[in-house]
């Protein structure tokens, strides 16, 4: 590999002038946006490929880049989440603009967990472009490795090269490499060889072609295999053709025409990044941390939400009350029993039926309502009355009984699980959840996980919208309980699913 010679203070002064006038250029067709940015507004998927690449160049830079300021002028939080609710309403395969704007909304909403359960959903859905499924699946699983590296291996013939294999191939290279973030571990030492040999000869072919785009790109890849490589003859064949607006055209071609948004968005944005790599060399951020359990951070929202009218608790009728304190001490961890007036009260064996299922799994649910409620004179009837294997360890939770699980969730029982998120049927699901909190291992399928998430994503927006009564939004907010403890368990304990 080539062993480049430090950058002087002025060349260094110069790519910094040049990457200052692209972002400005850039900042001042967003700036000329309207605000507030109506969320099909055409520019939205410009801003979204703005927003990771400003989390590239913050990387860089190790702090955060001008062009992430940017661009949040106009792409909010707002606009990200209503991505996030038409992934989770979606029944079809996710687009490519999906998917480059969930990619985008992880530098604005990483700690989301509505961001993460649809970008998880993104990634059981399994884009079919190699470089999206590496966007969206972090770290990436052994099979997608391992077809990605095969993928950048492979030798083009210079013949066959066209600027749409170098996009993928470049798009697959960058992900690969989180654009600096970390380096993968590829199946043997000799295979970065071969990438980087590759770079170079599709260097020498956008050069022939006059390439810009696929010039910057490919010397953003060499400068991820070997920070030490020299860029600056690169870099010479790009410098020339900036426009007078600070922008950069696709082609290396001299012109003093302005740009529209549309027209250099792209390569601007990419040379700019070069030009930050040739800079600042190394990658010197951190990379965003996902929520760590995004079902239980949405089922928090939606518990806090509830919470806001509890006062109304009182009000309602007694079985509806203990089915709402059930819910809520489970959400909560509080004592719900008490605040809903429940203290002493003396309960029937079929409102603990009712309210058994609601609570397991949450340790300080059942023991808030064994020590307020008036269970005792119910359990005799229970006892002798044949109750499901999951109602019994429901039950036997509730009472503070030994709970035995079982050992894993058998394969009728997935095949049946697997039909009811296929078809669409909530009742079937939810009825499959319930056998499946009593079993210690879940080996769920994608269609499982997907409607997961989006029942939960869907049951959040409902609650949000505030349009239903108390008692429905309580019976959303059971239903996310149980979806969070199936598939993350316990909130300080995962399980493995």
């Not at 009728?412 to 210690?440: E, N, V, Y």
């Amino acid at each position: 590999m080539s062993v480049s010679t430090p950058l002087d203070a002025s060349y260094d002064r110069l790519l910094k002038m040049l990457a200052s006038r692209g972002l400005e250029w850039l900042r001042q067709h967003v700036e000329a946006l309207p605000d507030p940015l109506p969320s099909q507004h055409p520019a939205i998927p410009h801003l979204s490929t703005a927003a990771w690449v400003g989390e590239i160049l913050s990387g860089l830079r190790g702090c955060k880049s001008p062009l992430q300021v940017i661009v949040a002028r106009r792409l909010s939080p707002e606009i990200l989440s209503r991505i996030a609710r038409r992934i989770a309403e979606s029944e079809t395969d996710p687009s490519s603009d999906l998917v480059q704007s969930v990619f985008a909304a992880q530098a604005v909403l990483a700690d989301d967990p509505r961001y993460q359960l649809a970008r998880q959903i993104l990634t059981d859905e399994t884009p079919d472009a190699l470089s999206d499924r590496l966007a969206i699946e972090h770290p990436p699983a052994e099979e997608l490795l391992r077809l990605a590296e095969e993928f950048v291996v492979a030798p083009m013939p210079s013949e066959a090269l066209s600027q749409a294999y170098l996009e993928r191939f470049t798009m697959v290279l960058m992900r690969l490499y989180g654009f600096g973030a970390r380096r993968p571990q590829f199946s043997h030492p000799r295979v970065y060889g071969q990438v980087f040999a590759n770079c170079l000869r599709y260097a020498e072919w956008a050069r022939k072609e006059q390439s810009l785009i696929a010039t910057v790109q490919l010397a953003f890849c060499l400068r991820l295999i070997d920070p030490d490589h020299d860029i600056a003859p690169m870099l010479a064949e790009v410098i020339p053709y900036q426009r007078p607006d600070g922008s950069f055209p696709a082609r290396s071609a001299y012109s003093t025409e302005c740009q529209e948004l549309d027209d250099g968005v792209w390569a601007t944005l990419m040379t700019v990044a070069a030009l930050h790599m040739a800079t600042y060399r190394r990658w010197n951020g951190a990379e965003a941390a996902p929520t760590s359990q995004p079902l239980h951070g949405c089922r928090d929202m939606a518990a806090a939400i509830v919470v806001s009218r509890g006062d109304n608790l009182r009000e309602l009728p007694k079985p509806d009350r203990l089915r709402m304190a059930a819910t809520l001490s489970c959400a909560t961890g509080e004592d719900w029993f008490s605040l809903a007036g429940l203290a002493g009260q003396k309960i029937q064996a079929r409102d603990i039926l009712a309210i058994a299922p609601l609570m397991f799994g949450s340790f300080t649910a059942a023991r808030h309502a064994r020590s307020c409620l008036d269970l005792g004179a119910a359990w005799p009837a229970l006892n002798h009355a044949e109750q499901p294997p999951h109602m019994q360890a429901a039950l036997n939770w509730l009472r503070g009984s030994a709970v035995t699980l079982g050992a894993a969730a058998d394969a009728a029982m997935i095949q049946t699980w697997d039909a009811a998120a296929r078809s669409g049927d909530p009742a079937g699901f939810l009825a499959c959840c319930a056998q499946a909190i009593a079993c210690q291992s879940i080996q769920t399928t994608p269609a499982i996980r997907i409607a997961a998430c989006r029942m939960m994503l869907r049951d959040l927006a409902a609650i949000e919208d505030a349009t239903e009564s108390l008692q429905d939004q309580s019976a959303r907010l059971a239903r996310m309980s149980l979806i969070a403890w199936v598939f993350e368990g316990d909130s300080t304990r995962a399980r493995p699913i």
